[in-house]
């Protein structure tokens, strides 16, 4: 157990609809991460936040926003959803703001499986 | 831009067999790190070694060995004695070490299927 949390597990919605996505970072670690697992793209960053800011962006789409909140769990909105979209979508999270240092080692939550129907 | 290669998409094994994950990277980075991650079945992915660029030397952990051979630019893992339940997928990634961006780039992993 990483000791990050990330609900729903399993969400199966329709395109069009609008989802959120929540995760809760390990006690005391600062940074979340999201990513999507999708078979023909494989492992994606989408967006980084540190400490409530947006640190670093990936390969997120416009349709798709995230936010950190004060409590410094995590909120992925995916809106407009088409039926790409459905994928496993992972959370990780890390002390520090970035790089390779083990403050900075990221500990991945056990994704949330979107199905767009 | 970075960039990791797993050439094997799957490889199929005998409990107890060794078999090796193979990992090639491409960075400008002069500074880097190195991860191996495993995706169980279950689907939550597990950390397993973090390698810096300055540090080539091989590390063992139990039935786990990985070797850091920076002049071929590889990173490859291997597995002694197999066993079922390292049937996983299994990502290596890479990320600088400096100018910011600490964002891990990930392969596409490689699906080892290890058969009683």
């Known amino acids: 157990d990483s000791g990050v949390t990330q609900t729903p597990k399993h969400l199966i919605t329709a395109t069009g609809q609008r989802v959120t996505l929540r995760c809760s970072p390990r006690s005391g670690d600062l940074s979340v991460y999201w990513y999507q697992q999708s078979l023909d793209q494989g492992l994606q960053f989408l967006i980084q936040?540190?400490?409530?800011?947006?640190?670093a962006k990936g390969n997120i789409l416009e349709r798709f926003s995230a936010q950190q909140f004060p409590d410094l769990h995590s909120e992925l909105n995916l809106s407009s959803l088409e039926l790409g979209d459905s994928a496993l979508y992972f959370c990780?999270?890390?002390?520090?703001?970035?790089?390779?240092?083990?403050?900075?080692?990221?500990?991945f939550g056990p994704g949330t499986r979107l199905t767009v129907l | 831009a970075q960039k990791v290669t797993q050439a094997q998409t799957e490889i199929s094994v005998v409990e107890k067999e060794d078999v090796t994950l193979d990992c090639v990277y491409e960075t400008r980075d002069t500074t880097y790190y190195l991860f191996w991650y495993k995706q169980p079945p279950s689907g939550e992915l597990v950390f397993l070694i973090r390698?810096?660029?300055?540090?080539?030397q091989n590390e063992i952990s139990g039935r786990y060995s990985w070797n850091f051979q920076k002049s071929t630019s590889s990173f490859n893992f291997t597995i002694t004695a197999s066993q079922v339940v390292d049937s996983a997928v299994y990502f290596c990634?890479?990320?600088?070490?400096?100018?910011?961006?600490?964002?891990?780039?990930f392969g596409r992993g490689t699906s080892l299927i290890v058969h009683p």
């Open positions: 990634a890479l990320s600088p070490a400096s100018g910011g961006s600490y964002i891990p780039t």
């Open positions: 390698r810096n660029s300055f540090d080539e």
């Open positions: 936040y540190y400490n409530g800011e947006e640190r």
């Open positions: 990780a999270s890390s002390l520090g703001p970035g790089g390779g240092t083990e403050s900075n080692e990221q500990f």
